[in-house]
């Protein structure tokens, strides 16, 4: 990427618009949840229970309140039972599924759902995240600061020192303009990514030839000048180990208690 590229993608990042329609989102919800140790072995993420919800019906609320009209989401790991709650639940909007023999990896999954997803950018979203209420605002923030000409990746990050309970060494690097950069792996940055982005369907032309993580497709959207980020204002909790889902649960519960006052 030439200095010429690299101003020109940064004029066209901060140029003003309208938001943008994101009318599909993604939820991925094939992974295997092995941190969660004996209940991940038996209940799908998709379908662990936070403030009398399940995550999968969550995801799909906020989707549906942020403008989305349908909605793809993965299964591979236990995807029994997340079809036949899907059949059982009536999401508020309507859903495909896009089954997987064995889990792909979130790169790989997309590819593979891409042809429901249809050409235009769309939301793609970790099941394995409680928003306390806040995704539908988080996918909101996205669709005003996405600017289709500059970006590929749009990635929804949290300061890591917002981050209830977190004690990892954060994700990102973010400038004056959005554009992100990925830490080394010694460095401790300031930005963690929530697993709420849009995602251009440019980005995954000539995907690797096998399973592979998002992770590959932010490399390649970084090097190009065309990753970017935004920051969330609401709440976040990663429920992908038992100790995390255990405090997403309690604080839920404290949210859903009448005020005394």
């Given amino acids: 990427m030439t200095k010429a590229d690299s101003l020109e993608i940064a004029r066209l990042a ?4 309208d938001p943008s329609r994101v009318d599909y989102g ?14 991940g072995r038996q209940t799908p993420k998709a379908l662990l229970e936070v403030g009398g919800e399940f995550l999968i019906d969550q995801a799909l609320a906020g989707l549906e309140v942020a403008g989305a ?6 299964a591979s790991h236990l995807k029994k039972q997340i079809q036949s709650h899907l059949i059982k639940a009536q999401p508020p909007l309507p859903v495909q599924l896009s089954l997987e023999e064995e889990p792909l990896e979130t790169g790989a999954g997309i590819v593979k759902a891409l042809p429901l997803l ?3 950018p769309f939301f793609a979203v970790n099941v394995d995240i409680w928003w306390a209420g806040s995704l539908a605002a988080g996918l909101e923030t996205l669709k005003k600061a996405w600017r289709p000409d500059a970006m590929d990746v749009l990635l929804l990050v949290l ?13 990102f690097y973010m400038d004056g ?8 792996e010694a ?17 995954f032309i000539d995907p690797p030839d096998c399973t592979f993580s998002l992770n590959k497709i ?21 429920v992908g180990t038992p100790s995390r889902l255990a405090q997403a649960r309690a604080l839920a519960d404290e949210n859903n208690q009448p005020s005394l006052l």
């Fill in 14 to 17: 901060i140029a003003p618009r």
């Fill in 26 to 39: 993604m939820v991925l919800a094939a992974g295997r949840g092995t941190r969660l140790g004996a209940l």
């Fill in 69 to 74: 009209v349908g909605a793809v989401v993965n």
């Fill in 118 to 120: 249809g050409s235009s």
């Fill in 159 to 171: 300061p890591t020192v917002r981050a209830n309970g977190y004690v990892g060494k954060g994700d």
């Fill in 177 to 184: 303009i959005g554009r992100l950069a990925r830490k080394h």
């Fill in 187 to 203: 460095e401790t940055a300031p930005f963690l990514f929530t697993g709420a982005q849009i995602l251009h369907p440019r980005a």
């Fill in 218 to 238: 932010y490399d390649r959207a970084a090097t190009a000048g065309r990753l970017f980020g935004v920051s969330h204002s609401g709440g976040w909790l990663d």
